[in-house]
């Protein structure tokens, strides 16, 4: 009876949310950059890879918010604690992701003004 009637330590929902948002960044970091990659190559952008790594460095906050809020009313602190480690993990490979990203978006760039180049002087060649 006392167990159903137990309050729960505040910041235990903040870590749980943590935990959860932190194991989702990760796990889906490598679909979401590969979804984004195939949108800039039909001439998407990159709008979803910046909102995932926003959404990892919110499970790094909502972890360490629940990690702080769960010392001081003495709950435990495990779930924050893993929350905290993968949500910092998440958000290092999904910004190594997106840099890689960026520099595939402006190599091909160069390889295509390169292309054009080539194919103008060919043009002009022709001409003459």
Known sequence: MSEENAVQPEGKGLAVGGFVLSLVGLI?????????LIGMATGGGKGLAY?????????VV?????MMKLGKTGGKKGLAIAGLIIGIVATIWSVVMLLGLNMAENMAGDAFNELDVNMNELMNELEN
Request: glycine share 8%.
């Open 28 to 36: 889906f970091a490598s679909m979401v950059m590969g979804i984004v």
């Open 62 to 66: 909502m972890s360490a918010m629940g």
């Open 51 to 59: 909102f995932w790594v926003v959404l990892c460095i919110a499970s």
